[in-house]
């Protein structure tokens, strides 16, 4: 699987856009972007994914590079709840390689 | 979205004996599930592939006579963690794809051997 890259943590302002980023320098043109979040001690959680266009679900929006080596999910309006570690992963889509592989993820900090 | 039911969400064992960790699809089938662990402040490592109706896969550097992955139904997957020791607790947990789209994780176990 393709690498991703994001910084460790992030703080966000409670009822503001909450912006996270991720690297994917070399992913491969069949590997789509997928988004999990976990909120502590909970299971991951599915947010959003795309292959080359731009999502938006009632979740996020998923806005993805013309090169595809990046990515940025914006949570629109945050909230406290959405305090969480926000996992980007690229994988192909379909089959046996259903299997995801976490990264280290951004831990974002809604504050009050 | 679809819902993946684990149980117990939370266990307690003493140190040699065997704990018994379910994972459960309620509302789809699912050939293939995914056993993750997650030390704290850690991310998720795979464990193992579990198939229905045949052998486990598991991650290179993961005992497969230590967790023993069972896939008896398509919507049933177990992992026994078999002569628990302190460093086998953790926070365990299941995952299973709906078709071919995003995966659906469980709530989890946590595992607590002393």
């Known amino acids: 699987d393709a690498k991703t890259t994001q910084p460790p943590s992030m703080d966000c302002a409670e009822g503001r856009a909450a912006n996270l980023p991720c690297n994917h320098s070399?992913?491969?043109?069949?590997?789509?972007v997928y988004w999990y979040r976990q909120i502590h001690s909970q299971g991951p959680q599915y947010i959003i994914h795309g292959l080359k266009n731009n999502e938006t679900n009632e979740m996020a929006s998923l806005i993805i590079t013309e090169d595809r080596k990046s990515s940025t999910l914006i949570l629109p309006h945050a909230t406290l709840r959405d305090t969480a570690v926000y996992y980007c992963i690229v994988r192909p889509s379909g089959g046996a390689t259903n299997k995801l592989i976490f990264g280290t993820g951004t831990l974002l900090a809604v504050q009050p | 979205g679809a819902v993946v039911s684990q149980h117990p969400s939370w266990v307690i064992c003493k140190s040699g004996t065997s704990v018994k960790i379910e994972c459960r699809s309620l509302d789809f089938q699912a050939t293939t599930m995914f056993w993750y662990r997650q030390f704290p402040k850690q991310s998720l490592m795979l464990m193992a592939t579990s198939n229905e109706g045949s052998k486990a896969t598991y991650e290179q550097g993961v005992e497969k006579d230590k967790f023993l992955i069972n896939h008896a139904s398509l919507t049933l997957s177990t992992l026994t963690v078999t002569s628990a020791h302190p460093e086998d607790s953790s926070f365990y947990i299941c995952?299973?794809?709906?078709?071919?789209?995003?995966?659906?994780f469980g709530q989890g176990t946590r595992l607590t051997v002393v």
């Open positions: 070399t992913i491969s043109g069949n590997e789509y």
């Open positions: 995952s299973a794809p709906q078709g071919s789209s995003e995966a659906f």
